[in-house]
């Protein structure tokens, strides 16, 4: 029941490959459930449920003008089917399991799907989050609720950032029978013709290969899959792959960096009042440096061996704030 073709119900043609918007990065910070999480009345025991969830601000998927206007759970449980002002459809899949409430099976216990939004404007975060759901193939065919995950996907106003967030499972390794197993978004698909942008994990999910591809065919039966769920803790990031904003000369940028271009050494010194948590990107979408700056801290970043071409420099603040920079080596 987890396939794709029963998990969209859809009908392929060829598309031209426009220039892809984001690039991925993984890394880890300690999972935190929602803490003040609002439901979406979906009734217990659900299965496959449809439904919307309300959009707190402005959100985008895919390009930067192109707002979404109709943000629902869809599939099979596990994805947020993104429908835009343009009429593009864009899905975000944090991981491509049929996931069902326990309660279904579970007198006690039961799963929820629900929201949250923190921060304020315009730094919000609308957080949407699976929390301890099953596998529908383990309820349907065993009745038993052993294999159970927690997961969210966090959209920010600013920046541009997509977040999927793994809490702890239980899958076990070994324990899940899935032949179909990935994490990744869908741009710009084609209900009639299972067209789009599909770019998703495989490999080992601790340190994925991400693989962008206008092909369905080929994606879908290259059996490129993940080899298991992500461990607690780990982080899918989805930002800016171009048109970053180049603000380092910039008198109110909060990171300076400089000399940009760069050539063997580059300094980055931190101009706000707080801490920020600065992470590079190469073209590829691997993290390549991460580094914490206090207030007025300046640190030196050897780029001796690194590959000449663009990165991507996001500056974090604490209270979530994203501001994206880019860096030239020579």
């Not at 899958?171 to 899935?178: R, V």
């Amino acid at each position: 029941m987890n396939r794709f073709f029963l998990l969209l119900g859809l009908g392929m043609c060829t598309l031209a490959t426009a220039q892809f918007p984001y690039s991925a990065s993984v890394f880890e910070e300690t999972y935190t459930p929602l803490t003040n999480p609002v439901g979406l009345g979906i009734d217990v025991g659900w299965d496959d449920p449809e439904v919307e969830i309300p959009l707190p601000f402005e959100v985008s998927i895919g390009e930067d003008d192109d707002i979404v206007t109709v943000l629902q759970i869809s599939g099979t449980g596990e994805m947020l089917m993104g429908l835009s002002a343009s009429a593009a459809l864009n899905i975000l899949w944090p991981i491509s399991l049929d996931v069902m409430d326990i309660g279904a099976v579970e007198i006690e216990e039961e799963s929820h799907i629900q929201y949250e939004v923190t921060g304020t404007s315009p730094n919000r975060i609308l957080k949407v989050e699976w929390d301890e759901v099953g596998l529908y193939e383990e309820i349907s065919e065993l009745g038993t609720t052993t294999m159970r995950l927690s997961f969210q996907t966090w959209l920010y106003e600013n920046g541009n950032i997509i977040e999927y967030r793994f809490g702890p499972n239980t899958m076990g390794d070994g324990s899940l029978d899935s032949e179909f197993l990935t994490s990744g978004l869908i741009l710009d698909f084609d209900y009639d013709y299972y067209s789009g942008l599909f770019y998703t994990a495989s490999g080992d999910p601790a340190v994925p290969e991400w693989s962008l591809t206008d092909d369905f065919y080929a994606w879908y039966y290259g059996n490129q899959m993940l080899n298991g769920v992500p461990e607690n803790g780990t982080v899918y990031r989805f930002g800016p792959a171009t048109n970053i904003a180049e603000s380092s000369s910039d008198e109110h940028a909060i990171l300076s960096l400089y000399p940009n271009p760069a050539d063997g050494q580059c300094w980055m010194e931190n101009q706000h009042n707080d801490l920020l948590t600065v992470t590079l990107w190469d073209a590829q979408g691997r993290s390549v440096s991460e580094v914490q700056l206090n207030q007025g801290q300046r640190v030196t970043l050897d780029v001796t061996s690194w590959e000449s071409g663009f990165y991507a420099v996001q500056a974090l603040q604490k209270d979530g704030s994203v501001h994206m920079q880019r860096l030239i080596i020579r």
